[in-house]
């Protein structure tokens, strides 16, 4: 029996990788028939802008845009690919729990396809990986992309 997922959700954060995921993503969502759902996801870590003395909401909204421009054009490339059911949702707050179970749960995610960590090793331990932490707690399976659409591994 071939596993077929309806739900796919992909976190995007601009990074190489994320978008190497999402590319991949979009091959599983056609794979998988037309009423395969694919939701990108994009969550601004509001924390960043915490200790930024004179904050205001305008840089969010700036964020936001950028966020929405770079989506936009990830939901064309989709629907020129042959994906109809893709969407986007941007998020505020803690990327690593939202990814690996808030939205998943909302969803009902039954994959999440996640680019590998572009974080050099002292930087995980730091600060932690997004992907290690989906990777441990996810409420439904995840495929981490390492490699790219020829599934060679990506020179860095």
């Not at 997922?5 to 954060?13: E, N, Q, R, S, W």
């Not at 840089?59 to 421009?69: G, L, R």
């Not at 969407?87 to 939202?98: D, H, N, V, W």
Request: charged residues 25%; contains cysteine.
């Amino acid at each position: 029996m071939t596993q077929e997922y309806k739900h796919i959700l992909v976190p995007v954060d601009g990074s190489k990788e994320a978008e190497l995921a999402f590319k991949k993503s979009v091959a599983v969502a056609k794979r998988n028939g037309a009423d395969t759902e694919l939701q990108l996801l994009h969550v601004i870590d509001t924390r960043a802008f915490q200790n930024i003395s004179s904050f205001d909401s305008s840089m969010v909204e700036q964020v936001t845009e950028t966020a929405k421009k770079t989506l936009d054009e990830y939901i064309a490339f989709a629907k020129e690919q042959g994906v109809e059911n893709v969407s986007y949702t941007i998020e505020y707050g803690a990327p690593k729990t939202l990814i690996a179970k808030e939205v998943p749960a909302k969803m009902h995610a039954d994959l999440i396809m996640i680019g590998a960590t572009g974080l050099n090793a002292v930087e995980r331990f730091v600060i932690g990986s997004v992907t290690e932490y989906v990777t441990r707690m996810a409420v439904c399976d995840v495929l981490v992309v390492r490699t790219d659409l020829d599934n060679q591994p990506v020179k860095n």
